[in-house]
């Protein structure tokens, strides 16, 4: 306790110099710093962990739109949302903002990982790692994908349809961890070439090695560390994102027996120009239609944003989800509707940033679309299903997940 007082009398004045001289220039955005050092992150994990982060965030955009500051994670903060803002946070050049990563990530994923890299050095692995990320690279691999999900699929479904109904919630599957599996699965066959068996599921303890072979044909001269700290991130960045966006796609379905309907048919005709047996194209692809909350960056000099400044050395937190939700953008944007998406063109620039934007949008965009789209035609064109936990919920850690890793019913189609 006189440990934690010591502390707060040592960092108080400093903190009380801090603000008193930002706030007498003027153009410092609205919203308070709270207490030194905690601020509102004790209230913003809470509202994480209580699955009400999305309305915390609302609340404060509609309080002090379209900017304000706080204090998250023991840094001045400033919140921002919206077109101009996306616009600001991916566009600007990298002597002005840069990306910001928490401790535990550079020491997790390495401090040469994409994440924590700057100018020519983020181009340069950038480009190495784009080599075999862009769309050509990936098109040779879309009938290996599509062979791995059906083996997947199979594999952990057999039998799971004959249990009796008291059984069903044990024993049936959830597409969460099913969905994970698959995405380090498939990884694991395209980066390292390594196919199911002993040998990939002793994959971690000779993960280095793999590596090494994997980046080998790399003509960009990148070196060890970042070899190994962005195959890592790449395991990390390609895991969960691609898995929950399955598991909820799965989810909406079932809910929505029109777009269920719809995605049915359009699978359903690229079915019927196939083979049994046959597998997936990029150009069956091209007949289809195409999760994460924001991220961090930092102030590198006093940027001027409309009647504010973004002090110099601040966190800035970009957070998409509130303006996905924005209906003056997307009307009814809770509705679940993949049409909108037919007309790109009708959707302003810097308004839908799932993947981010500018020189650090996602690499793994293609690869993601992919194995994306030919898991929902597997098991569209495949299975029914039922979910068997009828809630809507879905809870963040910090990435969405919902309920109960939503366990189904899964009963196969008979195929003509
Ligand atoms: C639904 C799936 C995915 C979503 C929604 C997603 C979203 C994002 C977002 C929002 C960013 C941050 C962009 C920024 O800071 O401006 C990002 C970065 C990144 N993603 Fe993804 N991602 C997905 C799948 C993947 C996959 C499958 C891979 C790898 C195969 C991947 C690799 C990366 C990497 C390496 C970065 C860092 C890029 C950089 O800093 O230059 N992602 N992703």
Redesign the pocket.
Known sequence: MIALLIIFLLVFPIFLLLTRRRSSAKGLPPGSLGIPIIGQSLAFLHAIRSNTAEQWLELRARKYDPISKLNLFGKPTIFIHGQAANKLV?SSDSNSIS?QQTQAITLILGDRS??NLTGQD?RRV?DA?LSF?KPESLKKYVGKIDGEIRQHIEFHRQGKEQVTVMLVALCFPKVLPLMKTLTFNI?CSFLFGLERGKQRDQFLGGLQDMIKGAWAENEVLISDDEIVH?VM??MV??HD??AI?ITFLMRLFANDPAVYAAVLQEQEEIAKGKQRGEFLTWEDLAKMFP??FG?FRKALKDIEYGRYVIPEGWQIFWV?SVTHMDDTIFPEPSKFDPSIFENQASIPPYCYV????????????E??RI??LVAIHYIITHFKWKLLCSDNFFSRNPTSFPSKGLPVQITPKKIL
């Open positions: 991916f990306n994409l994440l983020h950038r790692l990320l990884i962005n991130l790449v960045a390609g994102t691609s966006l999760p994460i991220g998409a799932p993947f981010g934007a500018g020189p650090r949008i996602c690499p793994g965009y690869f993601a194995e994306t």
